[in-house]
Protein backbone atom coordinates (compact mmCIF):
# COMPACT_ATOMS: atom_id res chain seq x y z
CA UNK A 1 0.00 0.00 0.00
CA UNK A 2 1.44 3.50 -0.57
CA UNK A 3 1.57 5.56 2.46
CA UNK A 4 3.38 9.59 2.87
CA UNK A 5 4.61 10.76 5.69
CA UNK A 6 5.06 14.40 6.93
CA UNK A 7 6.86 14.25 10.27
CA UNK A 8 6.41 17.85 10.99
CA UNK A 9 3.08 19.14 12.21
CA UNK A 10 4.54 22.94 11.81
CA UNK A 11 8.06 24.32 10.44
CA UNK A 12 8.94 27.75 11.73
CA UNK A 13 11.52 29.98 10.43
CA UNK A 14 12.61 33.35 10.27
CA UNK A 15 12.66 35.24 6.62
CA UNK A 16 15.53 34.87 4.84
CA UNK A 17 16.85 31.63 6.49
CA UNK A 18 16.56 28.37 4.46
CA UNK A 19 13.66 26.22 4.75
CA UNK A 20 12.79 22.72 4.23
CA UNK A 21 9.77 20.51 4.86
CA UNK A 22 9.97 16.97 4.97
CA UNK A 23 8.30 13.99 3.29
CA UNK A 24 9.00 10.30 3.31
CA UNK A 25 7.00 7.91 1.46
CA UNK A 26 6.52 3.82 0.67
CA UNK A 27 5.23 2.43 -2.36
CA UNK A 28 5.39 -0.95 -4.04
CA UNK A 29 7.03 0.37 -7.53
CA UNK A 30 8.39 3.69 -8.44
CA UNK A 31 7.27 6.62 -7.07
CA UNK A 32 5.63 9.52 -8.58
CA UNK A 33 6.31 12.31 -6.11
CA UNK A 34 4.59 15.58 -5.70
CA UNK A 35 4.37 19.07 -3.37
CA UNK A 36 0.92 21.27 -3.09
CA UNK A 37 0.40 23.99 -0.74
CA UNK A 38 -2.51 25.68 0.50
CA UNK A 39 -3.43 29.10 1.47
CA UNK A 40 -6.10 29.98 3.90
CA UNK A 41 -9.61 28.91 2.39
CA UNK A 42 -7.88 28.12 -0.88
CA UNK A 43 -7.89 25.26 -3.04
CA UNK A 44 -4.28 23.19 -3.44
CA UNK A 45 -1.58 24.67 -5.82
CA UNK A 46 0.45 22.14 -7.21
CA UNK A 47 4.24 23.39 -6.39
CA UNK A 48 6.44 20.50 -8.06
CA UNK A 49 7.08 16.79 -9.21
CA UNK A 50 9.38 14.58 -9.16
CA UNK A 51 8.40 11.45 -11.81
CA UNK A 52 12.23 10.55 -13.02
CA UNK A 53 15.71 12.05 -14.23
CA UNK A 54 17.43 14.75 -12.01
CA UNK A 55 16.74 14.02 -8.46
CA UNK A 56 16.40 17.90 -7.60
CA UNK A 57 13.62 19.17 -9.43
CA UNK A 58 12.57 23.23 -9.26
CA UNK A 59 9.29 24.15 -9.11
CA UNK A 60 7.27 27.40 -8.41
CA UNK A 61 7.37 30.19 -6.55
CA UNK A 62 11.59 29.37 -6.36
CA UNK A 63 10.83 25.94 -4.01
CA UNK A 64 12.37 22.97 -4.84
CA UNK A 65 12.59 19.04 -4.03
CA UNK A 66 15.35 16.56 -3.82
CA UNK A 67 14.36 12.91 -4.43
CA UNK A 68 16.24 10.42 -2.60
CA UNK A 69 15.79 6.84 -3.54
CA UNK A 70 17.93 5.06 -0.67
CA UNK A 71 15.78 7.21 2.18
CA UNK A 72 12.55 7.22 -0.02
CA UNK A 73 12.28 11.19 1.08
CA UNK A 74 11.27 14.32 -0.86
CA UNK A 75 12.28 17.12 0.86
CA UNK A 76 11.10 20.05 0.31
CA UNK A 77 13.59 23.28 -0.02
CA UNK A 78 13.61 26.72 -0.33
CA UNK A 79 17.00 28.88 -0.18
CA UNK A 80 15.71 32.05 1.38
CA UNK A 81 12.13 32.02 3.04
CA UNK A 82 9.23 34.42 2.73
CA UNK A 83 6.73 36.07 5.01
CA UNK A 84 4.43 35.23 2.13
CA UNK A 85 5.59 31.22 1.91
CA UNK A 86 3.45 30.72 5.01
CA UNK A 87 0.59 28.13 4.26
CA UNK A 88 0.26 24.37 4.86
CA UNK A 89 2.13 22.15 3.01
CA UNK A 90 1.06 18.79 1.37
CA UNK A 91 3.64 16.06 -0.12
CA UNK A 92 1.85 13.20 -1.95
CA UNK A 93 2.82 9.98 -3.63
CA UNK A 94 1.87 7.70 -6.41
CA UNK A 95 2.98 4.04 -7.47
CA UNK A 96 3.72 4.43 -10.74
CA UNK A 97 2.02 0.74 -11.20
CA UNK A 98 -1.06 1.99 -9.49
CA UNK A 99 -2.34 4.19 -11.95
CA UNK A 100 -4.79 5.53 -9.20
CA UNK A 101 -4.95 8.80 -8.00
CA UNK A 102 -2.56 10.52 -5.33
CA UNK A 103 -2.08 9.50 -2.04
CA UNK A 104 -1.53 12.46 0.53
CA UNK A 105 0.55 13.14 3.85
CA UNK A 106 -1.28 14.48 7.28
CA UNK A 107 0.67 17.86 5.57
CA UNK A 108 2.86 20.58 7.60
CA UNK A 109 1.98 24.15 8.44
CA UNK A 110 5.14 26.75 7.30
CA UNK A 111 4.91 29.57 9.07
CA UNK A 112 7.64 32.07 8.07
CA UNK A 113 8.26 35.18 10.88
CA UNK A 114 9.52 38.75 9.61
CA UNK B 1 -3.16 23.47 -16.53
CA UNK B 2 -7.04 22.59 -16.85
CA UNK B 3 -8.78 25.21 -15.16
CA UNK B 4 -11.43 23.61 -12.68
CA UNK B 5 -14.43 25.15 -11.43
CA UNK B 6 -16.88 24.17 -8.67
CA UNK B 7 -20.48 24.78 -7.55
CA UNK B 8 -20.94 26.02 -5.10
CA UNK B 9 -17.90 27.45 -3.19
CA UNK B 10 -19.97 26.95 -0.23
CA UNK B 11 -22.92 26.02 1.43
CA UNK B 12 -24.79 25.81 4.87
CA UNK B 13 -27.12 22.38 5.29
CA UNK B 14 -29.45 21.05 7.26
CA UNK B 15 -28.94 17.84 8.47
CA UNK B 16 -30.61 15.40 6.78
CA UNK B 17 -30.82 16.78 3.99
CA UNK B 18 -28.53 16.56 0.36
CA UNK B 19 -26.16 18.63 -1.22
CA UNK B 20 -25.17 18.09 -4.94
CA UNK B 21 -21.66 19.52 -5.73
CA UNK B 22 -20.47 20.11 -9.36
CA UNK B 23 -17.41 20.28 -11.17
CA UNK B 24 -16.89 21.65 -14.40
CA UNK B 25 -13.09 21.59 -16.20
CA UNK B 26 -12.52 23.70 -19.09
CA UNK B 27 -11.07 20.79 -21.03
CA UNK B 28 -11.03 17.08 -21.80
CA UNK B 29 -9.60 15.14 -18.82
CA UNK B 30 -8.68 11.24 -18.88
CA UNK B 31 -9.70 10.66 -13.97
CA UNK B 32 -11.72 12.74 -12.11
CA UNK B 33 -11.74 12.37 -8.40
CA UNK B 34 -13.18 13.46 -5.22
CA UNK B 35 -11.75 14.34 -2.10
CA UNK B 36 -12.96 15.24 1.17
CA UNK B 37 -10.56 17.75 3.65
CA UNK B 38 -11.94 17.54 7.16
CA UNK B 39 -11.10 20.29 9.33
CA UNK B 40 -7.88 20.02 9.98
CA UNK B 41 -7.08 17.36 8.32
CA UNK B 42 -5.34 16.08 5.08
CA UNK B 43 -6.93 15.13 1.69
CA UNK B 44 -8.82 11.50 1.82
CA UNK B 45 -9.47 9.91 -1.29
CA UNK B 46 -13.88 9.58 -1.75
CA UNK B 47 -13.91 7.97 -5.14
CA UNK B 48 -12.40 8.04 -8.52
CA UNK B 49 -15.28 9.31 -11.07
CA UNK B 50 -15.55 7.33 -14.40
CA UNK B 51 -16.79 8.40 -17.15
CA UNK B 52 -19.89 6.44 -18.51
CA UNK B 53 -19.97 4.05 -15.47
CA UNK B 54 -20.13 3.19 -11.87
CA UNK B 55 -17.66 5.75 -9.60
CA UNK B 56 -14.72 4.02 -7.77
CA UNK B 57 -15.20 4.23 -4.18
CA UNK B 58 -12.42 3.59 -1.61
CA UNK B 59 -12.43 2.05 1.76
CA UNK B 60 -14.79 3.58 3.87
CA UNK B 61 -16.74 5.63 1.54
CA UNK B 62 -20.20 3.80 -0.55
CA UNK B 63 -22.59 5.07 -3.55
CA UNK B 64 -25.60 5.15 -1.59
CA UNK B 65 -24.18 8.26 0.82
CA UNK B 66 -21.82 9.47 -2.00
CA UNK B 67 -23.38 9.15 -5.65
CA UNK B 68 -21.07 10.83 -8.21
CA UNK B 69 -22.00 10.98 -11.64
CA UNK B 70 -19.91 11.76 -14.48
CA UNK B 71 -21.69 11.95 -17.99
CA UNK B 72 -18.74 13.28 -20.02
CA UNK B 73 -15.03 14.44 -20.04
CA UNK B 74 -15.60 17.50 -18.25
CA UNK B 75 -18.13 17.23 -15.76
CA UNK B 76 -18.87 15.31 -12.52
CA UNK B 77 -21.41 15.97 -9.89
CA UNK B 78 -20.55 14.29 -6.22
CA UNK B 79 -23.43 14.18 -4.12
CA UNK B 80 -23.52 13.96 -0.37
CA UNK B 81 -26.68 12.59 1.05
CA UNK B 82 -28.35 12.42 4.40
CA UNK B 83 -25.93 15.12 5.77
CA UNK B 84 -24.76 14.86 9.46
CA UNK B 85 -22.44 17.64 10.85
CA UNK B 86 -19.96 15.34 10.51
CA UNK B 87 -19.98 15.43 6.69
CA UNK B 88 -18.84 18.99 7.19
CA UNK B 89 -15.89 19.06 5.50
CA UNK B 90 -14.27 20.80 2.06
CA UNK B 91 -15.02 18.70 -1.20
CA UNK B 92 -12.15 18.94 -3.43
CA UNK B 93 -12.80 17.56 -7.26
CA UNK B 94 -9.69 16.95 -9.07
CA UNK B 95 -8.57 15.87 -12.53
CA UNK B 96 -5.66 14.56 -15.04
CA UNK B 97 -5.69 16.33 -18.04
CA UNK B 98 -5.43 13.68 -21.18
CA UNK B 99 -2.61 12.91 -23.00
CA UNK B 100 -0.19 13.65 -20.39
CA UNK B 101 1.94 10.68 -19.89
CA UNK B 102 3.70 11.98 -16.47
CA UNK B 103 0.38 13.46 -15.62
CA UNK B 104 -0.30 16.08 -12.80
CA UNK B 105 -2.97 16.35 -10.65
CA UNK B 106 -4.83 19.40 -10.44
CA UNK B 107 -7.25 20.38 -7.99
CA UNK B 108 -10.76 22.89 -7.83
CA UNK B 109 -11.35 25.41 -5.52
CA UNK B 110 -13.16 23.41 -3.10
CA UNK B 111 -16.65 23.18 -1.97
CA UNK B 112 -16.81 23.99 2.14
CA UNK B 113 -19.75 22.49 3.15
CA UNK B 114 -21.10 23.73 7.41
CA UNK B 115 -24.33 20.52 8.60
CA UNK B 116 -25.92 21.93 11.37
Known amino acids: AQSVAQPEDQVNVAEGNPLTVKCTYS??????LFWYVQYPNRGLQFLLK??????LVKGSYGFEAEFNKSQTSFHLKKPSALVSDSALYFC????????????FGKGTTLSVSS | SAVISQKPSRDICQRGTSLTIQCQVD?????MFWYRQQPGQSLTLIAT?????????ESGFVIDKFPISRPNLTFSTLTVSNMSPEDSSIYLC?????????????FGPGTRLLVL
Open chain 2, 94 to 106: SVVEVGLVRETQY
Open chain 1, 27 to 32: VSGNPY
Open chain 1, 50 to 55: YITGDN
Open chain 1, 92 to 103: AVRDSQAGTALI
Open chain 2, 27 to 31: SQVTM
Open chain 2, 49 to 57: ANQGSEATY
